[in-house]
């Protein structure tokens, strides 16, 4: 038997998918920017790097906004994104064993997600590398690139403007890589498309505690 859960409130909703936008858009501007000679998309040069540095400035706004609702808001920042001692421990392997065997078996998931706990242990460790420490990091080496003469400073300080872009290029290669992960492990539900629903609508379905539906199985779905 299905039941419905009430799991992403609609300013998360609204952060993710501007976020996302914002992050493929920077993704291939920033391709035409490191390689013009290969990347034409968006005509100029010029208007490349218009366009990089307008998603960047929303991303990073979304970000602000993002970090404020959880931390002062909500309330549930440390609760939702910092492992625990248990999901260190056992938590990250078990998780693991899952996306890489159990999954194909069609054994449950071992994390059961609620409002309170959204996230599985890899998924915590993921989210606390790439937005708590990754993110901001892209975001402030970015606004150095745009204001290079104001931030002259801090750029002599970590090496130079060579050391500062390529660290802005090797962060932004794994925000890229993480994307395409975080595609993927979506499509692990219980179908393929249960983990996007709630995005849209903010509403998850799950079987009720001790049943499996059909959908949690691989062999069945293909």
């Not at 242990?121 to 606004?143: C, E, R, T």
């Amino acid at each position: 038997m299905k039941h419905t859960i009430y799991m992403t409130p609609m300013p998360v909703r609204i952060w993710h998918w501007l976020n996302a936008f914002g992050i493929v858009t920077l993704t291939v501007t920033g391709l035409q920017i490191r390689f013009p000679e290969y990347v034409n998309i968006f005509g100029t040069y010029k208007a490349a790097i218009r366009l990089h540095n307008t998603a960047g400035t929303v991303v990073s706004i979304s970000y602000a906004l993002w970090f404020i609702y959880y931390l002062f808001v909500a309330g549930t920042l440390s609760k939702l994104y910092l492992p625990t001692a248990e999901d260190i421990t056992h938590g990250i392997f078990r998780q693991a064993f899952f996306y890489f065997y159990n999954y194909f078996l069609g054994r449950p998931n071992p994390h059961h997600s609620t409002p309170d706990s959204k996230f599985n242990p890899l998924q915590k460790v993921a989210y606390l590398m790439i937005i708590i420490i990754l993110l901001p990091l892209v975001i402030v080496s970015g606004f150095s690139l745009m204001y290079v003469a104001p931030m002259r400073e801090l750029i002599l300080l970590i090496g130079g403007i060579k050391t500062l872009v390529s660290s802005h290029f090797l962060i932004a290669c794994c925000f890229t890589a993480f994307l395409f992960v975080h595609i993927y492990l979506a499509t692990l539900g219980h179908t393929p498309l249960a983990h996007f629903k709630p995005m849209w609508s903010g509403w998850e379905e799950e079987d009720d505690e001790g049943e499996q539906s059909p959908g949690n199985n691989p062999a069945k779905q293909h």
